[in-house]
């Protein structure tokens, strides 16, 4: 929420009608259906945004409002439209048609109370004014002032109002407040807040402020936001929206401070364009850098959605020169019945070193590289089709880190559903041309094409399942710039035979009083491929899989087509569980599965030290998952090597989650593989764990055991009060990809509560990186 929303909270009790927020900034733009039906569903939108907004957690530590506001008077209700009137005397003069009330006046229509000392009302201008202190009640708020005229035509008169909106637990003050028509509303040294009148922390305070409800906007002058009585933030002017229509202006500030840029400002100005386009233009100050120029234009219409953001340093003053980057984004249909479908991902950086010393996070300041990508699919009945264009931007100054481009691919595959105990055929089809600059990274580039038909029989029962498989693949290269003598083309053609099965079997037991359900699945899985040698073929884009439980049943340990593995094999696998057996809860889960190999494996990846695997099984690798208690949750993975009697593979994961504000995380990783930079035993530790309802500490510590050094760590605290709150954050991180410098940061909230944050937002960061996490602050 923006200092704008205080000041519309003003209109919406004077204007006795149903409290209304509009529709911030930041929220999704409506397509063009949605603005075609947007009047439609306002009243809808309006009173779902009110739910959400009145909720008072956020005041659990402030006095109760009713030991602040005046109380109600304890009147029945009246039922209807009618007037219930209490005086001392009155005095009616009929002929001049006026009334004279004295002495504890109180007035009841509806939902609303009048009390004065003295009310006068003249019916022939159908005036009412009551002064010598009033006070007024409806259902939502309080008004207290020395005077108070009512006029016909909707218009009215309040002097030195003080008022209580209970329903959003703030208060204020306004010197004068002329109603001049239904639809505007003139307020003079205004104020606002939630704090207790007792301990005002913070208060926004106006000079003149124009609310034009049929315009939907509201103009204000001299806005000032004070923190303990000293003003700490000005602005001259501010037009605002009222409603739920969006409206240019400026955002709240954020502010911040690193190694790489120094103390820095961000100042984002909204842009309302169109219901479905806008635009942010954001002035980023860094003292080290300069100042930087972001844009961010976002659009949806009924077909597509899309977001660029452009970035620009004229002049960075560290760097000696001028810096940008760009991402743009799109997705949509191209025609009305979505089977045409675009996807375009491009990305760029004007250098290198770009996001280390610019970017405030360690998974934007470890890019190496940035993809360009333009996608366009076509969905048909029971198959779908892609073409592809993709080049990438090396970051990484290693010349072999550069990948290769398609340019282009195209792909056929079959979707059609798969039936029991009937003939099913999957085809996968591509073509895609493969490039690189030759110049900066010797080594073949060309065509390659494959077609890879899948004919199986699924045969399932509720409690077994065997589903033989028998496929075909042919791939074919066209290649240049090979070694002289080499050749320039290459076919292989392989076919596979294959068998997936399993049970399931369960059984009903009870454990500490706990009726659960037991499950016992075994499954085997057996595969057969002959061997073709095909050291002649290049990489353009294929990797073999890290080794994993589910990995042991796919049918090719390699993720694409330049490698198609030999294997003469079988899995063993089994899988228990114990659910609860009304809720359905996993409460324990294992699994364990290991490949035994009838033949040698003598296609590798040509960087792989072993050129032929004679072992006659896998390794071992067991999943362990529980959720023991209530609040405990844990996992395991252990993969071990049996000829070798060597644990190759250990993760370990416990999480104690005992209520939304108390998270604490612990894990460990281990990875002992043949290769450089393979091996990694590295401790993650995370919490966000309040002590009491003032006082929370958060922080995480990763770090490497091989490397001894700590890869990231950021340490916090949060303090709450009645209506504020505050978080500070120091954090200390590897800024590059090698691991070869570290950037220190600080992150700094402040939270006025009921009106907004000021500061440099940490919700996303700290939900990344403390699993379990939901931002509440």
């Known amino acids: 929420m923006t200092v704008r929303n205080y000041l ?45 907004f009145l909720k008072l957690d956020d005041f659990a530590l402030c006095r109760p409002f009713s030991e602040i506001a005046p109380p109600r008077p304890n009147f ?23 009334s004279t009330f004295s002495g504890n006046v109180l007035v009841q229509k509806e939902g609303m109370i009048l009390s004065a000392p003295h009310v006068f009302y003249d019916r022939n201008k159908e005036i009412l004014d009551a002064d010598k202190e009033f006070l007024f009640w409806d259902k939502d708020y309080v008004i207290q002032g020395t005077q108070i005229q009512l006029r016909p035509e909707e218009q009215g008169e309040m002097t030195n109002a003080d008022y209580w909106l209970l329903s959003r637990r703030a208060r204020g003050h306004a010197k004068k407040l002329i109603k001049e028509s239904k639809d505007i509303v003139q307020l003079e040294q205004s104020s606002y807040t939630t704090c207790d009148p007792d301990n005002e922390v913070w208060r926004i305070d106006t000079s003149h402020l124009t609310l ?40 709240v500030p954020s502010a911040g401070s690193s190694d790489e840029t120094g103390i820095e400002v961000s100042i984002p100005y909204y842009l309302n364009l169109a219901p479905n386009y806008d635009a942010t233009v954001t002035s980023r100050i860094m003292s080290r850098r300069g100042v930087m120029f972001r844009t961010e234009v976002r659009y949806l219409t009924q077909l597509t959605d899309g977001n660029l953001k452009f970035e620009y340093i004229p002049h960075d003053k560290a760097f000696k020169d001028e810096r940008a980057s760009l991402a743009y984004k799109h997705r949509g249909a191209i025609t009305k019945n979505k089977r045409w479908l675009t996807d375009i991902d491009i990305n760029y950086a004007s250098d290198q070193r770009y996001f280390e010393e610019l970017g405030n996070d360690i998974s934007v300041a470890s890019i190496t590289h940035l993809e360009r990508r333009g996608d366009v699919l076509y969905y048909g009945d029971g198959w779908y089709g892609l073409g592809r264009v993709q080049t990438f931007q090396t970051l990484d100054q290693n010349p072999l880190a550069r990948p290769y481009q398609r340019l282009p691919q195209f792909l056929f595959q079959t979707a059609i559903p798969e039936r029991n ?116 073929i290049p990489i353009f884009d294929t990797a073999e899989y890290e080794l994993s439980f ?64 004679t072992d006659t099984s896998s390794s071992i690798i067991m999943e362990l998952a529980t959720q023991f208690a209530k609040s405990w949750r844990a996992s395991s993975v252990f993969q071990w090597n049996p000829h070798h009697n060597d644990t190759e593979q250990t993760v370990l994961r416990v999480r104690y989650h005992p209520a939304l504000d108390r998270i604490f995380n612990v894990s460990y990783r ?22 009491s309802p003032r006082w929370t500490f958060l922080g995480r510590f990763n770090y490497s055991l091989i490397k001894d050094k700590m890869l990231d760590t950021f340490t916090g605290i949060e303090y709450s009060s009645c ?46 990186r403390i699993p379990g996490y939901q931002d509440e602050f």
């Open 8 to 52: 519309i909270i003003i209109l919406l009790f004077l204007c006795s009608h149903s409290l209304a927020t509009f529709a911030k900034n930041e929220e999704v733009l409506k397509s063009e259906d949605e603005v075609s039906n947007a009047e439609n569903e306002k009243v809808l939108k309006s009173k779902a945004e009110n739910e959400e």
């Open 723 to 768: 209506c504020w709150a505050i978080r500070g954050i120091t954090r200390r991180y590897l800024n590059s990809a090698d691991g070869s410098g570290y950037l220190n940061g600080f992150f700094l909230q402040f939270q006025m509560t009921g009106l907004g944050t000021v500061g440099q937002k940490a919700d996303s960061f700290l939900e990344q």
């Open 421 to 536: 105990r009937r003939l099913h055929l999957d085809l996968k089809t591509e073509w895609a041309r493969f490039n690189r600059d030759i110049e900066i990274v010797e080594g073949p580039i060309g065509n390659r094409f494959d077609i890879y038909p899948i004919l199986s029989f699924p045969w399932r029962t509720p409690g077994t399942f065997v589903k033989p498989s028998l496929s075909l693949q042919y791939t074919r290269y066209d290649l240049d710039n090979v070694k002289p003598g080499e050749d320039t083309s290459h076919n292989r053609f392989l076919w596979t035979a294959s068998m997936d099965s399993g049970l399931f079997l369960e059984r009903d037991i009870s454990l500490f009083d706990n009726d659960l359900v037991q499950t016992l699945e075994p499954r085997l899985y057996y595969r057969y491929r002959p061997y073709e040698d095909q050291s002649d």
């Open 550 to 613: 589910l990995q042991f049943f796919r049918d090719n340990r390699f993720s694409g087509p330049d490698r198609v593995d030999d294997g003469h094999q079988v899995t063993l696998g089994m899988t228990s569980r114990f659910l609860g057996t009304t809720t359905g809860i996993e409460h324990f889960r294992a699994s364990l599965g290991q490949v035994f190999y009838f033949q040698d494996r003598r296609v590798t990846m040509p960087y792989d030290p072993v050129e032929v695997e």
């Open 670 to 691: 281990m990875r002992d593989q043949e290769g450089e930079n393979k091996d990694l035993k590295q401790t993650d530790m995370s919490f966000y764990w309040t002590l």
């Open 76 to 98: 029945p209700p009246l039922e209807d439209e009618s007037i219930r009137l209490f005086s001392d005397s009155a005095i009616v003069q009929e002929k001049l048609g006026t």
């Open 212 to 251: 034009d409800d049929a315009n939907s906007v509201g103009i204000a002058h001299n806005v000032i936001i004070r923190l303990l009585n000293m003003p700490v933030f000005y602005l001259p002017y501010l037009s605002f929206p009222i409603g739920d229509q969006r409206k240019s202006g400026f955002l």
